[in-house]
């Protein structure tokens, strides 16, 4: 294809070249198996967010104990190549150990255990994690909170007090609230920006809100609005990253497809770029060999900058053009 032949810049290059964070979630398990993964990866991006290894119930298979192999191997690689790392995620409802989940606690005792969490997870990586994603996804589709293990044990205050405990175990790490489906102005990106405020207003220290953009190219974003959110939630003194961006859609793809793609790549950097009130945008993969969406959304995928041979996608040029 003509779209390939010219040579691509590192988007890293460009990236550093403008003050952006620009990078990707990474699995550890092709990252110590495949020279070409770590290749890539070193060439394109100038930061990562460990996929996985760095959640409650992957760290952690027995209450008291931590397993930090992958996470380690992230960061190192991170570290070796001259790159920056975001930390994902210390409060989850998702992907928690069994030995939490099936427990019996009292509500000081669960207080406790997310303290002892943050603290043990975050000191281990002072100094190394520029940014954690602290609370992910609190808030339901309608904007209210969410039903978590968290909420029902502890009670609306685990939301504050990670955020505390947090900044006491590294003070210069930025602390970042995460969620889904608050990218433009809907009722739930109102939710998330009061919740911001609130805490705000009570001296939480939060620096930043991180805005997945799981997108569809079925239903196209409405990019003037979300730069209109990012602006609101800038006028609050917070730094906003975009960190778990991909654009799925129904396989197989087709050339159209990709060309629709990359233009909503385009369109949506651009309005979170524009002002300058983005610092960083992370994709959620590498490539499409290695995303999520197929096993979750079956029938869907090709959603990222790299097909599943590493090669690069229309939505890649868009992403460079864009930047530069």
């Known amino acids: 294809m003509p779209f390939f032949r010219r040579r691509l810049s590192p988007l890293r290059d460009l990236a550093d070249a403008r003050g952006l964070l620009v990078g990707v979630a990474v699995n550890e398990a092709p990252l110590r198996e495949d020279p070409a993964y770590r290749d890539l990866l070193a060439r394109e991006f100038n930061v990562v967010t460990p996929e996985n290894a760095m959640k409650f119930g992957r760290l952690s298979h027995e209450r008291g104990h931590y397993h930090f192999e992958d996470a380690d191997a992230i960061v190192g690689f991170a570290e070796s190549h001259g790159m920056r790392v975001r930390g994902h995620t210390l409060v ?8 939490l989940t099936e427990g ?9 255990i997310l303290r002892e969490h943050i603290f043990t997870v975050m000191t281990r990586y002072r100094g190394r994690v520029f940014a954690w994603d602290v609370v992910n996804e609190a808030l339901a589709e309608d904007g209210s909170l969410r039903d978590t293990i968290w909420l029902r044990g502890a009670g609306e205050e685990y939301l504050e007090q990670a955020f505390r405990w947090a900044h006491e175990a590294d003070p210069a790490a930025l ?7 608050a990218d433009d102005l809907s009722p739930k990106s109102d939710s998330v920006y009061r919740l911001l405020r609130r805490l705000l207003e009570r001296d ?13 190219l079925e239903k196209p974003p409405r990019p003037k609005q979300i730069g209109r959110n990012i602006a609101r939630l800038s006028a609050l003194g917070l730094q906003v990253h975009v960190t778990e961006m991909d654009v799925r859609m129904k396989t197989p793809a087709t050339p159209a497809k990709l060309v629709s793609q990359a233009r909503i ?3 949506v950097l651009r309005a979170c770029l524009r002002r300058g009130e983005c610092q960083a945008c ?3 993969g590498l490539g499409d060999g290695h995303s999520w969406i197929p096993e979750f959304f079956p029938g869907e995928g090709a959603a990222l900058l790299f097909d599943d041979l590493s090669r690069p996608k229309p939505a890649r040029r868009a992403v ?5």
């Open 92 to 99: 989850w409802h998702m992907l928690q150990p069994e030995w």
């Open 104 to 112: 019996t606690f009292s509500r000081q005792e669960w207080l406790d």
């Open 175 to 181: 602390l970042f609230y995460n969620d889904y489906c």
């Open 204 to 216: 939480v220290p939060i620096h930043g809100v991180g805005l997945q953009m799981h997108l569809e």
């Open 265 to 267: 790549y385009r369109r």
């Open 282 to 284: 992370v994709f959620w």
């Open 320 to 324: 460079q053009r864009t930047i530069r």
